[in-house]
């Protein structure tokens, strides 16, 4: 079994920041690309970052300049470091993570369980 464990969502006021965490755990061979998502009330759900095995990120442009992924090969762990927060930054937050499982050849998509994201004043 593979399970994506985050943590370090909650509140916070405009303009502050948020770091969260997500943790790869179980039978994993390799983790390559891992990502971000959002969705919040009412929409669909959208990419936040992605970053691939080697480092490479991507972000769309109304999180760019302001949210940072990174990882931590070594712990199958991936982080969003969230700052400048906005009121539309308001979703719940899932990782996921494309990972081949020990003595598996085949890469499967894994999503962690969500975590609340709440920007208020």
């Known amino acids: 079994q593979v399970q994506l464990v985050e943590s370090g969502g909650g509140s916070v006021q405009p303009g502050g920041s948020l770091r969260l965490s997500c943790a790869a755990s179980g039978s994993i061979f390799s983790v390559n690309a891992m990502a971000w998502f959002r969705r919040a009330p009412g929409k669909e759900r959208e990419l936040v970052a992605l970053i691939t095995s080697g480092g490479h990120t991507n972000y769309p442009d109304s999180v760019k300049g302001r949210f940072t992924i990174s990882r931590d090969n070594a712990k199958n762990t991936v982080y969003l470091q969230m700052n400048s927060l906005k009121p539309d930054d308001t979703a719940v937050y899932y990782c996921?993570?494309?990972?081949?499982?020990?003595?598996?050849?085949?890469?499967?998509?894994?999503w962690g369980q969500g975590t609340q994201v709440t920007v208020s004043s």
């Open positions: 996921n993570a494309k990972i081949r499982r020990t003595f598996s050849i085949t890469e499967l998509t894994y």
